[in-house]
């Protein structure tokens, strides 16, 4: 099964086609006698359980997208001023996570607006965005929820907790969470740091790189 995965994601014929698979072209791509017609199914149920690929939703079992092999150029993504904010930081960041990511939340993409690191979400009921992607060589991932602000939050979380099972399958990793100050998207603050300062009962503090002290609980309003 290991082999015939590899071969899939290795053909040319899939990174021609920039992660789009069609069923049928596991005839063209698997060796006819290692692995016949009848054993493609297990390669791809395994596929689906490893997070490698999903079927596209009008193609169920058809046509599957592997978010790996995707285009690597980033499409316009809208705008996304007075999101809310959140982010990973890693001592290294593996490429899978954000490949993975995209296969467990793939029910939420929006017009289908994905990119090898990164892709929009949308809430189920419309009224909120998300975009989320990886910056590899930063070793980040940076999430901007925007739309009606009553509910950033509730989506935010539904983000987070597939980070949290992603996060959790990785041994060793090391990942940080934290937030931006708004207005100054390049200030950022432990999100730790944020919960131990409202827990001691501290209104108010200076974050490192301003001048100006900055709420607390604005900073944690929509996350916490």
């Known amino acids: 099964v290991t082999r015939g995965v590899y071969q899939i994601l290795n053909s ?11 069923r ?15 054993k493609h199914q297990f390669i791809l149920d395994m596929m689906r359980k490893f997070e490698l690929c999903f079927d596209f939703a009008e193609h169920a ?5 592997v978010p790996d092999l995707l285009a690597k150029e980033e499409p316009y993504t809208g705008e996304w001023d007075d999101s809310l904010g959140f982010q990973y930081h890693y001592d290294i960041l593996p490429g899978s996570i954000i490949s993975r990511f995209m296969v467990r939340m793939h029910a939420y993409i929006h017009q289908k607006t994905y990119w090898r690191n990164g ?3 949308a809430s189920e009921d419309g009224k909120n965005r998300a975009l989320v992607k990886a910056d590899i060589e930063d070793k980040k991932i940076f999430i901007a929820v925007t739309g009606k602000p ?8 539904i983000i987070r907790a597939d980070f949290r ?6 041994p060793k990793l090391v990942v940080k969470e934290k937030v931006p100050v708004p207005g100054h998207p ?22 490192e790189g301003l001048r100006a002290k900055v709420r607390v609980r604005e900073l944690l309003h929509g996350i916490a």
Do not use: C, M, W
Not at 12 to 22: A, I, P, R, W
Not at 150 to 157: D, K, S
Not at 165 to 170: G, S
């Open 12 to 22: 040319n014929e899939l990174f021609q086609s920039k992660g789009e698979l069609e």
């Open 24 to 38: 049928t072209a596991l005839d063209r791509i698997l060796d006819p006698q290692a692995y016949p017609r009848h």
């Open 61 to 65: 079992d058809t046509r599957f997208l």
């Open 119 to 121: 892709v929009v979400l």
């Open 150 to 157: 009553e509910t950033r939050h509730t989506f935010l979380a």
């Open 165 to 170: 099972k992603i996060h959790a399958t990785i």
């Open 186 to 207: 390049h200030v950022v603050v432990d999100y730790e740091h944020l919960l131990t300062l409202e827990e001691l009962g501290e209104e108010t503090f200076i974050p």
